[in-house]
């Protein structure tokens, strides 16, 4: 750890011209490393992916979160540029962008009212030229499904698992093939949307931050809405 940190230090030095005083591990996060760091300049966040599968999204998600808060959008941290202007760097073969860091803690139940008073705000967005993933409908996961029934040498135990779910998750499939057709034949009144926002908020006092904006996608609000149909039932 104290290496890593080291190289980091290096790393923000070089790539962003910080002077940084202090570097340790942020318990915030899913993916990948995730590290608070207090600099002469300021406290900052620093999130580096090197997942491939997850890298592209990440990368993605930036020009997305700093139009927004472009726009005003205050409860959303800001991406800090490189010394070259860039929103993000290399770092040891992982993707390494700054954020201002947001005090507080992770909190994983607010308010209906309070978390989509702000999100109507991110919704009256119109983000015209501005590239981001946007919702199809597809069902590219339920083909992954039947690939992976029909690999050839799979793992004893992942064959077993498969074959003992089977009927539960191909009923799941048929079910999304039957969403997927419905939806797709109305593909207007999208958003921006986060994809998890009712877990990644965090409370300082009374200033709720809405943070982790890897998933963000083009894409109707009910992408948002659907983690609390568990409160609603």
């Known amino acids: ?32 490393e995730t590290w608070k760091v207090r600099a ?44 070259d202007g860039e929103l993000s760097g290399r770092f040891n073969q ?8 947001v005090q507080g803690e992770l909190y994983e139940n607010p308010g209906v009212e309070q978390l989509y008073g702000k999100m109507a705000q991110v919704y009256q967005l119109r983000p015209e030229g501005i590239a ?5 409908f597809g069902t590219e996961i339920a083909d992954d499904f039947q690939r992976l029934q029909n690999a050839q040498g799979l793992p ?14 191909s009923g799941y499939m048929e079910r999304l093939k039957f969403f997927s057709a419905q939806c797709s034949q109305d593909m207007g009144n999208f958003h921006i949307t986060h994809g998890d926002v ?16 890897d998933g963000v996608k083009y894409a109707p609000v009910e992408r948002d809405a659907w983690i609390l149909l568990c409160e609603w039932r």
């Open 1 to 32: 750890m104290a290496e890593k940190s080291m190289e980091l230090t290096e790393f923000l030095s070089r790539t962003y011209g910080f002077q940084v005083q202090d570097i340790w591990a942020a318990k915030r996060g899913f993916y990948g």
């Open 40 to 83: 002469k300049e300021a406290d900052y966040f620093v999130k580096i992916d090197y997942w491939t599968h997850h890298m592209e999204s990440y990368q993605a998600s930036l020009p997305v979160i700093q139009y927004m808060t472009q726009q005003g959008i205050s409860f959303i941290p800001q991406v800090v540029k490189t010394k």
């Open 94 to 101: 992982g993707v390494a962008a700054v954020f201002a860091y």
């Open 132 to 136: 981001m993933d946007r919702e199809t």
């Open 156 to 169: 004893e135990q992942v064959a077993a698992a498969l074959k003992e779910k089977q009927r539960v998750i």
């Open 198 to 213: 009712g877990g990644n908020c965090i409370l300082n006092g009374e200033r709720l931050s809405i943070v982790d904006w």
